[in-house]
């Protein structure tokens, strides 16, 4: 054995991915069913449409998610986390712009009583005054604390700037809307987004015909009207390049994010956008990381990815440089975009990157709890459509240097950029 030349590599023509069934849960919503593995673990996530875009008041959705935990009808925080941690098991909430999820993660032998909890958060939160002042002022806390980091600043001037104050996708909190938000407030954002909307439930583990009941008899109560969806379009990017800048002249780091909206996870070309993206910023050895950290020494990590949404995606870039090499940094960013729309990728580099991709592919399917993350993502970005990735494995494997550099010269263009960065004196 010659340990100077490399095994041969090959790409896998297919993976194999474990059976999802979906069936209805009740009048509430749809059950995914992800069954395989062998430990004796479930997992359960409630989708729920109850994210930042969908409330009156600002905080409104972040808010009522923080506080499902704190307090049910039935039992106090303090007896909840007791419970739990007798049984092993977690409950979680987390809010995003388009969907809420609550996760429970047990035993089979615990199953039931979980189940029975997660029920109580998803239906009957008490939203004690009490906790719920302890709750607004320890966000208040944090709140306060990010708005004097630059990546923070950066980061909302590019979303106010490519989707406008107004859109719900744009829109920021301040502090005083810490102060505006009351207990009732929570109680109609849950009744509306958690208790008359569908739900998606999706199950992973051992599940038999025993579990699917339960979470019928648990999940399945009451009765849900589906609206239909309203989409939330973004702006065109049409528009030159913009530049924002947040100064601070005493912070030693400034945040760079720089981008635009892009097609999005439904478009037929969204797959190989995604290997162009890899290329350019989306794993270590991309053309970006090469440049900036490896040879120019400006940052110590620098990256590009697309930013899904329900109804948008954005390409965004970003990275914190020493103060003084800003403006540097940026010229090198423009730079990497226009080498990718002028020259085709070298073959032996797109190789190395679909060898990357695969890779990753390979994990999101690694199992029945990285199966079900990826239905959850089809499912709030591809209205469920589960070929999403086996149409992205056939795209990896067979997209070209051509159409790549095709696809750069349509969506690496400056047109719509926004350059928004944060740290540093004020721009001359």
Not at 274 to 291: A, C, H, K
Request: charged share 20%.
């Amino acid at each position: 054995m010659n340990r100077h030349i490399p095994p041969q590599t090959s790409l896998p023509t297919h993976i194999d991915i474990l059976p999802t069934a979906q069936q209805a849960l009740g009048n509430r919503g749809r059950i995914a069913i992800v069954n395989g593995g062998t430990q004796d673990v479930l997992r359960a996530t409630i989708i729920t449409e109850s994210g930042s875009r969908y409330q009156q008041q600002m905080l409104q959705a972040r808010i009522t998610s923080a506080m499902l935990m704190e307090g049910t009808r039935n039992a106090t925080a303090l007896q909840m986390a007791e419970q739990l941690d007798f049984m092993g098991s977690i409950i979680e909430t987390t809010a995003g712009a388009d969907f809420s999820l609550i996760s429970m993660l047990t035993t089979h032998q615990h199953l039931e009583r979980t189940l029975s909890m997660l029920a109580d958060v998803l239906q009957q939160p008490a939203f004690p005054q009490h906790e719920l002042d302890i709750v607004l002022r320890k966000q208040r806390q944090s709140f306060a604390v990010n708005q004097e980091r630059v990546d923070t600043q950066a980061r909302k001037a590019l979303m106010a700037n490519i989707f406008g104050n107004s859109h719900p996708y744009g829109r920021t909190a301040t502090l005083e809307h810490f102060n505006a938000i009351d207990r009732q407030h929570l109680i109609d954002f849950h009744k509306s987004h958690y208790l008359d909307k569908p739900i998606m439930v999706v199950l992973a583990g051992q599940v038999g015909d025993r579990e699917i009941a339960l979470v019928e008899r648990y999940l399945g109560q009451g009765n849900a009207t589906a609206a239909p969806h309203t989409p939330l379009l973004a702006p065109p990017a049409t528009h030159e390049p913009i530049r924002t800048h947040w100064a601070k002249p005493d912070a030693l780091q400034c945040a760079i994010h720089i981008g635009k909206p892009t097609i999005t996870r439904r478009h037929p070309d969204f797959p190989a956008l995604m290997v162009l993206n890899t290329v350019l910023g989306g794993y270590f050895g991309s053309r970006l990381m090469t440049n900036l950290r490896e040879e120019k020494g400006y940052t110590y990590g620098i990256g590009s990815i697309l930013m899904p949404y329900r109804d948008a995606c954005l390409l965004s870039i970003k990275a914190e440089v020493g103060a003084n090499h800003t403006e540097s940094a940026i010229a090198e960013i423009m730079h990497e975009m226009d080498c990718l729309r002028q020259t085709p990728i070298p073959p032996q580099e797109l190789e190395l990157v679909k060898n990357y991709l695969m890779g990753e592919l390979l994990r999101q399917f690694d199992g029945p709890f990285a199966t079900a993350d990826t239905v959850m993502g089809a499912y709030q970005h591809n209205d469920m459509d589960l070929d999403y990735r086996v149409r992205t494995i056939d795209t990896v494997r067979t997209v070209t240097s051509a159409q790549l550099l095709q696809l750069a010269q349509q969506h690496l263009t400056p047109k719509g950029l926004v350059i928004s960065t944060a740290g540093g004196p004020a721009l001359s």
